[in-house]
């Protein structure tokens, strides 16, 4: 297509024989033939105008505002007729971060505007804009400028952006898109949808997370497009040169994220769009669930294999048969005639109750859910004032309008009852919103949008995020100081304020064991860290050794929950016979015993924004080969996990990152920057851990609460160069460590061939209860023949064995120690 710079009309208008391939495909208008489609195109840029962090240009009609929101995040927004829609975002709570400065330039060829870290260019003459870092790298560019098409339909404009793809650049994120890590070459869109036994490439699934990263000549930024429409992205499929996002409604923007570290770009965008919460230290145990597990008896039965065959849990789970005829905030007497002394039972045994509700509420005059509904007009209804009526689980339902805060506030107080009988977690699901046989809602269902008023279309992706922040919120205000456990199903950006999420409903196969592999990867790089699959798979039956190497992965998904559908055999970690129990025992073991690093992964989210997995790419990212690499990631930045993934495999080779890196079971070390074929058994797992890494450790315990701790473990890899590595800790359960009422441990491993130095440093206000540390010492390269603590000789027994480990105990104040040959 020729565009021609020289118009001085004020758009340019394409009709559809100007366009070619690529631009078709983006022509989604439902009335084609009752009118050329047309698309228009900014012109050139005419006039500029400040306002504080925003400079707004225009082109004599439309106009494009660029706002600085931090020194590496820049926002563009695009209004065709210069009406900009209201400044309102269900993602971005905070928009305005930190500047400190910027910069308006107005240079011959381009005005720019620019921060410390990077320059946003808009081209005069033809609008198109670009991204440029401090060493003038062009690291994001128009190809077109930004463009769009009236909607005669529904009124509005499909928006879009086309920019320009290098041939070696790759494209991460997208939430939980079914398919390879890099997205190159593949177009996909976002509407959640609920999608039963997905299969692999399947799209769109439950979750729209329009945010991507781009890495191209091993430096990342990120495009975060924050629209709720039904959004499409175009990673180069169409053409290998080019790069188009576009949405069916709303408006066009979109935040510009710099890097040039992948890990940045992740951070910078859970900056604007926030973290998790640091969830309840129960919620990172083993967690049991199936559809459904009644009557009481059976609740009861199942508690008591796993305490009695001592496979640590912390969770049970009641799926909807629970409830009375599917009435949300109800309960089917006849299967659970006193669920509050059920769930006190279980407590006293260390089980959690979390329930599932479903945002369908039946329609049934003599349900006190739904009179109060009906009552203060809470539910949704169609453009004509029909009620939106579909039916789910209970028949016909209604359902709530969680766009209304109103309604949330409502919804939130319906947990009081659930939360008295001693419910400890919600779990969210059916919130796409899913109907049976249409899908999901008609377009025309209105929503209140927080006052933003808008069709189905434009409140279809966020109804469920909406659904779970009305949950959590609730949950939080009823169980006053205690942390909410909440689970979704559905999701927008920002929907881990509020939950973590599960992949949904997969298949017992060994290709869901790797799509759900890469699903949490995905997930976390998209900032949802707190994310797993069914583990076994949902729908189908899984071999004992498919159940085993799933649950190895489930050690390390930031969410460890077994489900399974109805219809399928008996599935607990000892349904496939003793040897697989023993096996799925050490494993689940393995996860409590590692629970405070994986706590302290959690904290290092919640605070610093960092993802709990981290796929190969994104920890060397400068070489071109672990774009590819999908099938191993680190859980925070100490442990490589190398799941096996296929049937009957023994062994896999490993590609270790530059750096040395031991054997979590033998304490081998092995020298990254190369492959390395590592043995693994049905009752193994590659699991590497980062030479100078502190890795704390619990006892085994039958669940979080069972033990107080009166010693802590660490074991200290050694390391020929300093490492830092950090530990948290707090109450487990309230929200203390907002007022500093938690723990820190900052430590620096460093070692040269005759000695090893490990300082300590701490911050918060937590002090626990035990007085002293059991430090291992792992692969020290000499006999010890002296230990210094704070320059006092340690006079303990110094135990080192054959594999050059070395252990001794200290006050838990210790700040500096020594080892010397
Ligand atoms: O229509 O509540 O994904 O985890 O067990 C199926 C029953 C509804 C779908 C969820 C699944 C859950 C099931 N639900």
């Known amino acids: 297509m020729n565009k021609d710079l020289n118009d001085t009309s004020e758009h340019i208008e394409v009709s559809v024989d100007e366009l070619d391939d690529a631009d078709i495909q983006h022509v989604n208008n439902p009335i084609v033939g009752l009118k050329p489609i047309v698309k228009e195109f900014l012109g050139s840029v005419k006039e500029v105008r400040q306002e504080n962090n925003k400079f707004i240009f225009t082109d004599g009609a439309a106009s494009v505002e660029v706002r600085v929101v931090s020194d590496e995040i820049i926002r563009v927004r695009m209004a065709p007729h210069s009406v900009f829609l209201d400044d309102f975002s269900y993602a971005v709570p905070l928009l305005d971060q930190k500047v400190a400065v910027f910069n308006f330039k107005d240079e011959k060829t381009y005005y720019s505007v620019s921060t410390n870290t990077v320059t946003c260019r808009i081209n005069k003459e033809n609008f198109l804009i670009s991204f440029v870092d401090n060493d003038n790298n062009i690291t994001n560019e128009d190809y077109l400028a930004m463009h769009w098409e009236e909607n005669a339909k529904f009124g509005g404009y499909y928006v879009y952006c086309t920019k320009k793809s290098d041939p070696d650049e790759s494209y991460f994120g997208l939430g939980d898109k079914p398919t390879d890590l890099n997205l190159r070459g593949k177009r996909l869109q976002n509407w959640n949808s609920d999608t039963y036994s997905f299969a692999k490439h399947q799209d769109p699934l439950y979750r729209s997370i329009p945010f991507f990263i781009s890495l191209k000549e091993g430096n990342a930024h990120g495009i975060f497009l924050d629209n709720t429409f039904k959004t499409h992205f175009d990673f180069a499929q169409e053409d290998p040169t080019k790069l188009s996002f576009w949405a069916d409604g709303g408006e066009l923007q979109y935040y510009y994220i710099h890097g040039p570290k992948m890990m940045d770009v992740v951070k910078r965008y859970n900056s604007i769009t926030g973290t998790h919460q640091l969830p309840p230290i129960w919620a990172l145990g083993y967690h049991q669930c199936r559809w459904s597990y009644y009557p009481e008896s059976k609740v009861k039965d199942l508690a008591y294999q796993f305490r009695s065959r001592k496979i640590p849990c912390d969770a049970l789970y009641l799926d909807i048969d629970y409830m009375d005829g599917y009435r949300c905030f109800t309960w089917n007497k006849k299967y659970f005639p006193n669920p509050k002394k059920m769930i006190k039972e279980l407590s006293d045994d260390g089980f959690k109750t979390v329930v599932i509700i479903d945002p369908g509420i039946k329609v049934d005059d003599n349900y006190w859910v739904f009179k109060e509904g009906k009552e203060n007009k809470y539910f949704c209804r169609r453009s004509d004032d029909y009620f939106m009526e579909g039916h789910v689980w209970p028949g ?20 009081k009852e659930l939360v008295e009988v001693g419910v400890a977690g919600v779990w969210n699901d059916m919130n796409e919103p899913a109907v049976f046989g ?19 279309r434009k409140a279809h992706n966020v109804y469920g995020m909406q659904m779970v922040r009305a949950t959590y919120d609730g949950l939080k205000k009823i169980q006053k100081n205690k942390r909410p456990f909440t689970i979704t199903r559905a999701g927008y950006s920002g929907v881990q304020r509020y939950s973590c999420v599960w992949t949904g409903d997969n298949v017992a196969s060994w290709e869901h064991l790797k799509i759900g592999s890469l699903q949490m ?10 994310a797993g699959t069914d583990i076994g798979g949902f729908s189908g039956e899984p071999t004992g050794e498919l159940f085993t190497r799933w649950i190895q992965l489930g050690v390390f ?7 399974s559908a109805g219809d399928t055999a008996e599935r607990e970690p000892w349904s496939f016979g003793k040897e697989l129990e023993d096996i799925n025992r050490k494993f689940i073991e393995l996860r409590y015993k590692l629970l405070p690093y994986i706590y302290s992964a959690f904290w290092e989210h919640h605070r610093y924004g960092f993802p709990i997995l981290r796929p190969i790419v994104m920890l060397e990212q400068e070489n071109a080969d672990n774009k590819f690499r999908e099938d191993e990631f680190t859980f925070g930045d100490k442990i490589l996990v190398c799941p096996i993934l296929d049937e009957g495999a023994t062994s896999r080779n490993v590609y270790m990152p530059k750096g040395n890196w031991y054997d979590y079971w033998t304490h081998e070390m092995y020298e990254g920057g190369q492959e390395h074929l590592i043995q693994a058994p049905l009752d193994s797992m590659p699991i590497f851990v980062k030479a100078g890494s502190v890795i704390p450790e619990y006892p085994v315990m039958q669940h979080t609460n069972e033990i107080e701790i009166d ?7 050694y390391s020929d160069c300093e490492v830092n590595s950090f530990q948290f800790e707090d109450h487990g359960d309230t929200f203390g460590y907002e007022q500093d009422i938690y723990l820190e441990r900052k430590f620096i491993v460093n ?9 300590k440093s701490v911050e918060g206000l937590f002090n626990p209860r035990y007085e002293t540390y059991d430090l291992k010492f792992i692969g020290l390269p000499f006999k010890p023949s002296k230990i210094i603590i704070d320059g006092v000789d340690f006079k303990g027994e110094i135990f080192f064995d054959n594999l050059k480990r070395v252990r001794i105990n200290v006050s838990k104040y210790f700040k500096y120690i020594q080892i010397l040959k």
């Open 521 to 530: 990867q995905r997930l976390s790089m998209s900032g949802l860290p707190f």
């Open 751 to 759: 070692g040269d061939k005759k000695s090893m130095t490990i300082k």
């Open 557 to 563: 998904s930031p969410f460890m929950r077994a489900h």
């Open 396 to 415: 016909r339902c209604q359902f709530p309008d969680f766009t209304n805060p109103e309604v949330r506030t409502w919804w939130g107080g319906l947990f």
């Open 711 to 717: 010693e802590l473990k660490f074991q200290i890899y």
């Open 438 to 456: 249409s899908g999901t809602f008609p377009d025309d269902v209105r929503h209140q949008f927080d006052g933003h008023r808008g069709s189905h």
